[in-house]
């Protein structure tokens, strides 16, 4: 019998061939460049395709030249310009457009006058990751002032110069701050150009027929808020909005989109979309409106996506222990208890996901510490004092394929992984790519595949984690791959990670040490995941790295062809002293945090700490315990372990979980923060988890209030997806405003330990009647968008706005 293809098959052929490989389904990201300097992204960093056959077009404002045989994009801006464009270009039969913005930044002089020679003289700072060769200063004129320039976003940042191997604190700037080693470094505080209120706020959205009706309103108190098609720049996705979609009536600009109606192929809407818009007019631009949408709607609580995750981090050995039957600490006569195994596996894990105790405390993704196989022998630290450790942490890892023994089988981590997913918890495996244990097979079978302890010198390249940082060891024991132009190594350890994925189904990772691996490395893997990976996956695979450096360094790493987003350590340096320091005003805080949605974008993938497995517990600092000055603190954890004495100080971990949960970027709980464990540097952030009756009334209160935090950012989803509007950010006080297509939330914040009672007004569009108390429940009544509240002493309050 002769097949004869219907008309609606030979359609659904058509549209595969269309729109197939080529078509580009990673969302582009804005390019952030200087007004009149070059600056180069390589291609396959922006987005995924099969062809990178890219034509650009011409822009008035910006050269583009792209090279395609080495795959790098060339931008130059105007020396002038100042705002957002699009810069278009064609992939196969499509066109797309990047947005693109630009800033005519800020210089300032740095001076400092020697009181003896030095051969070199530099300046170095968190603004450059520390780098003390690139900033050189110089004394021109003879005067004996060295001097030097550089452009700075507005933030506070941390500086010294430095003088052939001395490091030297500003003599002339007594703002400075202990770094933690016995030293100063200097302050150097940027504060944000007022600009007014220039803002593109959500409006609201709504089905017209078979039109779906986005509206936004633009705000500019300095240049007028009346506005033209011309202003508005939008995009679906990649692809530029036509104007005959936009409409504009004063400062209100509305977007009318095809749903299709019965006729679904007519839709401008696939299962997922992105619309962005921006105002730019006059040389400012607003910031950038992100509506995720999910078959057709406004992002809600219907379906997960990456934006919604909350990430609890555990370590498995000291979590739960659920077979005590499979427990051998190690024996060793050096080996103290803190530093051996204590019990917990994947039994324990599956016991308190089966429990409900992440779904009581809102949590849906978790993040386990590595599960790979790791010595039954203790090691020697290389730093005084010479402590013994095991590897019940996991980052020793002795296979590429066996589970750790202790914490159970590859069948019970299947187990683990599923057992999750029927709770809709999502999991992150913490892959160690960086070395191996010595102990490692591949260790002895490629010992070309690593590079040298002993540098040219004679000096051992040990934890020299800048000067050598893609090369330097942690350990002895612990050799490091050498990725750096080694093909062979890449492909393994790439394989091995995609391995790991098929055979458990986890949803992704948990980077360790990504700065010290070649971004080929993880350009490579992330290829493989989304060739091997994610075509059987309704969601894209997660990739979170830990990066400690400058935000030009971190964010090298952050884009399509890498890492989803890496954590936040950056804000979470300026958020700790904010929190805990009297002084430090939340306009810093604030600064900070305008900065890194510049930098990552307003609507971001990043991680949000408070602690973690790598810094103290947030309580041992609000306890007094230890100065927040304090970055390493292991012999306080060895001889005197924080324990708190002041019941009033979880009040400061609660407000600043409230802080955590209500900003973009993605939560991280680091396991028992959630009711106020304490500690001090590791092993002793690693104390064995506590559950129930362990806890104390005062540590069961502070549960209880962060169950209530976490989940009203998990049934919010302003709190998930919306835009940031400052209303205060002063010496105690910071309140700011989260808004979706859905709903407004205003969070309110004092860090201050008498009560204050707070006069806000919100924008007069906005409409506002009354106010909910999410975490309290009590209403506040709104009379011409102006609200009177009460915050208790170290309080908060998260109200809905209706």
């Known amino acids: ?167 030297i604190v500003d003599p002339n700037n007594p703002d400075k701050k202990s770094n933690g080693f016995g030293d100063f470094n200097s302050l150097f505080n940027v504060p944000e150009q007022n600009l007014g209120k220039l803002f593109l706020h959500t409006g609201s959205q709504k089905i017209s027929g078979n039109k779906s009706i986005f509206t936004f309103i633009y705000e500019n108190d300095k240049d007028g808020n009346d506005i033209k098609p011309e202003n508005v720049i939008a995009l679906l996705d990649n692809q530029k909005l036509d104007h005959k979609y936009i409409s504009t009536n004063k400062n209100v600009v509305k977007f009318s989109i095809s749903t299709g109606g019965r006729q679904a192929l007519n839709s401008q809407f696939k299962s997922k979309n992105l ?35 909350i990430i609890y981090s555990l370590m498995i050995d000291r979590f739960s222990d659920g077979n005590k039957k499979i427990n051998k600490p190690i024996i060793h006569d050096s080996l103290f208890a803190k530093a051996n195994y204590m019990g917990g596996d994947f039994q324990g894990i599956i016991n308190k996901i089966n429990e409900g105790y992440f779904d009581s405390l809102g949590i849906n993704t978790l ?106 060891w942690f350990e002895p024991y612990l050799p490091k791959f050498n990725f750096v132009g080694s093909k062979q190594v890449i492909d393994f350890m790439t394989s091995n990670a995609v391995w790991w994925l098929k055979q458990t189904n986890a949803d992704g990772f948990r980077q360790d040490a990504v700065k010290h691996i070649t971004n080929e490395f993880w350009r490579e893997l992330t290829k493989k995941n989304k060739k091997e990976i994610e075509p059987d996956r309704r969601i894209s695979i997660f990739q979170i790295g830990e990066t400690f450096g400058s935000y030009e360094l971190i964010n090298s790493y952050v884009n399509n062809g890498q890492l989803s987003a890496q954590f936040n350590f950056n804000l979470y340096d300026t958020a700790l002293p904010t929190f805990l320091d009297k002084k430090t005003s939340f306009q810093v805080l604030d600064s900070e945090l305008k900065k ?65 949960n209500t900003i973009p970027g993605l939560p991280v709980i680091y396991y028992g923060s959630e009711f106020g464990m304490s500690g001090a540097s590791d092993p002793d952030n690693r104390r064995m988890m506590r559950f129930g009756s362990e806890l104390s009334k005062n540590e069961r209160n502070m549960l209880e209030d962060v169950r209530k935090i976490i989940n009203t950012r998990k049934n919010h989803p302003a709190l998930r997806y919306g835009d940031f509007l400052t209303l205060i950010a002063d010496e105690s006080i910071y309140a700011y405003i989260r808004s979706d297509m859905n709903e407004r939330i205003l969070i309110a914040l004092n860090k201050n330990e008498n009560p204050r009672k707070l006069k806000l007004e919100v924008p007069q569009f906005y409409n506002i009647k009354t106010a909910v108390n999410l975490v309290g429940n009590e209403e506040v009544n709104i009379a011409n968008n102006k609200l009177e509240i009460e915050l208790d002493g170290i309080g908060y309050k998260i109200l809905l706005l209706k």
């Open 1 to 167: 019998m002769k097949f004869i293809k219907s008309p609606l098959i030979i359609l659904f052929l058509f549209l595969n061939s269309t729109f197939g490989q080529n078509v580009i389904k990673d969302i582009i990201k804005p390019v952030n460049l200087i007004a009149g300097k070059m600056d180069s992204v390589l291609i396959t960093d922006m987005f995924y395709s099969t062809d990178y056959s890219a034509k650009f077009d011409t822009n008035k404002y910006i050269e583009v030249n792209y090279n395609k045989s080495s795959g790098i994009i060339y931008f130059k801006t105007d020396k002038n310009f100042s705002g957002l464009t699009l810069v278009d270009f064609n992939l196969g039969s499509k066109k797309y457009s990047i947005l693109v913005r630009s800033r005519v930044q800020q210089k300032f002089k740095f001076k400092f006058k020697p009181e003896k020679k030095y051969n070199t003289l530099t300046l170095f700072g968190s603004f450059n990751g520390w780098n003390r060769r690139n900033i050189p200063m110089k004394d021109d004129n003879g005067d004996g002032i060295f001097e030097t320039e550089i452009t700075l976003e507005p933030g506070r940042y941390e500086y010294k110069f430095y003088g052939d191997g001395e490091e």
């Open 275 to 309: 619309l962005r818009v921006a105002i730019n007019k006059n040389g400012s631009a607003t910031n950038i409106q992100s509506v995720n949408i999910i078959n057709g709607k406004p992002a809600g609580n219907d379906n997960f996506e990456w934006n919604d995750g």
């Open 367 to 472: 993040w386990i510490s590595p599960v790979n196989d790791n010595p039954d022998q203790a090691y020697k630290e290389s730093p005084a004092p010479h402590r013994w450790y095991s590897g019940y942490h996991g980052y020793w890892p002795i296979s590429s394929y066996d589970v750790e023994d202790q914490f159970g089988t590859m069948k019970k981590l299947k187990e683990l992984i599923s057992t999750a997913h029927k709770h809709k918890i999502k999991v992150l495996l913490d892959f160690v790519a960086n070395h191996v244990h010595q102990d490692h097979p591949i260790f002895k079978q490629h010992p070309d595949w690593f590079g040298n302890l002993i540098l040219p010198d004679g000096r051992k390249n040990l934890r020299l984690w800048d000067e050598q940082r893609l090369t330097t």
């Open 596 to 660: 890194s949605f510049l930098v990552y974008g307003e609507n971001n993938l990043m991680g949000n700490i408070m602690d973690s497995h790598d810094k103290n517990r947030f309580m041992a600092f609000a306890d007094g315990d230890l100065d927040i000055s304090q970055w390493s603190a292991s012999e306080v954890g060895w001889n005197n372990p924080p324990a708190v004495d002041n019941p009033a100080n979880y009040n400061k971990a609660k407000l600043y979980y409230a802080y955590m």
